[in-house]
């Protein structure tokens, strides 16, 4: 390790160069290291640490976030602003070659103030949420090595490290998402997750290949430099295999059905993946990679259309649900389309994603606390049918719940609308007609989002009572659980614009990413795009406010084609069943007759044959020696008799 270098900006899109990490920032490594310590040692000491496990996973990330922070002031500092630290050689076979190493810049440094800002609030909520669960310091232990991997895969400088914490993030959302594995769903919905990760994780660790086959590294620097090499085509197979990684990540079109079901763990669990590591992950490859994305047209225009089509495809579905904590897992879904629209766009656009993307950390995870307040108070219920009135017994949660409602819709001056509006004002820049087409998606997402947004809000929260006849009196949460979502709240309503108007220049550090696109002109002028915004927003609002104020059936009620549709998932399991389940279901069985009735019959045939051979011969050993005499005479006879019909020509 030397000193840290000064190197002038790269001019070109991909030409990336790093210093290396000394003093204070040669100690990033702590930020991977500090949680991961403290999961291993809340697995290793078992039940020796019940009593204090869950505050040593708290600290961890508490000291995460003042390591972060600290080290984040420190990369103001340099002109730079990029730093890489490499620790020791970890891949070594022929040609290959792979750092062990960390890369501190921009990008990372965002995200790392969001996993640990966000993540320890997460945490201290958790202590009290799961004071009464015998098993709070094993989930401690998951939960600091989920905060862990994350961190890993945001702060590698190549490839592979990204590749080892994407792995390390699936395991721990795994191990999370069926931390109740005694229930049939929780195991089953831990289960699907995995399986469907695994897809991505097939292409982007494809992706990976390919960059060493092509261009013989997998370092982002070496990568990025050499993109220009590279032939359109295999600038767009790659592209897509890692488009394919962030979309299993992320929960996008089309393996976007394991994140509703991922609610079946703790809530906490629900906000932490939801909110500050798990789904973010694929912006995050998509943002890190933008000099690849950036080289192929066709690649953006992939990449905009499944962020279209899934934020249209999460707000009907939200829309028809009636969990609290799946209607925010599909808004979920639709706001890292809108993210994904934005990476897709590219130039400045890049760094409105990113902003969307921390402001929605803020009022998702105040949301998803807020709904487990709820269920806290009403017995773990889940069903927004059978509440109601809940504002005049739960005020702290329904106050800060009512920050993460106004902007998630996107309401003016709440932080939504700083960071989801001039996404929606990119769509409309692009340089032909898809500007129309991903602009009206955009903006009509944005009026469905404030109506099922809202129908959630009021159902929970305001019109008669419809609690179910065990409850007798909701209450508040204890201030554990309340102090998070108040800071949570704080963050929902300024982070927008605090995030708005600085993230993009301090992204211009970070190759591609803050870039403002040139020549290109709304074909609507901003004034409108932000007029019709908030008036698509304030329709669906007030439609749902009219609709739900007074309650809704306890019931399912007979519905339209869309309705059934949309509690049916728009029929993407059904797809999924039919395409892949059931198909597979069918070979393995297929696969197993043939193997017991094929492999091991043919084995077990020869055997049984063998052995019913030997067992008979085994007959004419008697001992008896009337019975040997018997044989050799008849044998003799039989000798004879065939000498004689050889002479008499019978045999001839």
Sequence with gaps: MGTILTNAPAEPLGTVAYATADGLLGSVWLLVAIPLVSAAVLLLLGRRADRWGHWLGVAAIGAAF?????????????????????????????????????????LAAVFVLLITGVG?????????????????????????????????????????????????????????????????????????????????????????FIMFATLGTTQYDEVFNSVGALGATTVLVLGLLLLLGATGKSGQFPLQAWLPDAMEGPTPVSALIHAATMVTAGVYLIARSNPIFSANTTLQLVVVSVGALTLLIGCVIGAAKDDIKRVLAWSTVSQIGYMFLGVGLGGGAYALAIV????????????????????????????????????????????????????????????GFFSKEPIIVAAFERDDWTAWLFGMAALLGAGLTAFYMTRLFVLTFHGPKRWTEDIEQPHESPKLMTIPLILLAAGSVGAGFLLASSVPDWLTATAGLGAQQEGHHAVLSHT???????????????????????????????????????????YTDAVNEAVFEKPGIFLTRALVYLDNRGVDGLVNGLAAGIGGGSGRLRRLQTGFVRSYATSILTGALLVVAAFLAVEAGWLA
Excluded: C
Excluded at 81 to 101: A, H, Q
Excluded at 126 to 148: K, P, Q
Excluded at 381 to 401: A, C, E, N, P
């Design 120 to 208: 320890f609030l997460i945490h201290l909520y958790a202590v009290e949420y799961m004071s009464h669960d015998t098993g709070r310091r094993r989930f401690f232990a998951y939960f600091n090595l989920f905060v862990a991997a994350m961190l890993l895969l945001v702060l590698g400088n190549n490839y592979v490290m990204l590749y080892f914490g994407w792995e390390g993030v699936g395991l721990a959302s795994y191990l999370l998402i069926s931390f109740w594995y005694e229930r049939p769903s929780a195991a089953t919905a831990g289960k699907k997750a995995f399986l469907m990760n695994r897809v991505g994780d097939a292409g982007l660790a494809i992706g990976i």
């Design 66 to 106: 003042v390591l972060g922070l600290t080290y984040f002031l420190q990369l103001r500092g340099l002109e730079n602003k990029s730093v890489e630290l490499s620790m020791w050689d970890f891949i070594t076979v022929g040609d290959l070659r792979v750092d062990f190493g960390l890369l501190f810049d921009p």
């Design 356 to 415: 969307h993307l921390l402001a929605h950390g803020f009022f998702k995870a105040n949301m998803f606390l807020g709904a487990g307040s709820v269920m806290h108070g009403m017995k773990d219920q889940v069903d927004i049918r059978r509440f109601g009135g809940l504002s005049k017994h739960m005020k702290i949660t329904w106050i800060t719940f009512m920050m993460g409602w106004l902007a998630i819709i996107g309401m003016f001056p709440f932080s």
């Design 528 to 570: 409108v795009i932000t007029v019709l915004s908030l008036l698509v927003t304030v329709l669906g609002a007030g439609l749902a406010w009219f609709l739900f104020r007074n309650g809704t059936a306890t019931a399912p009620q007979p519905a339209g084609v869309l309705v059934t549709a949309a509690r049916k998932n728009l």
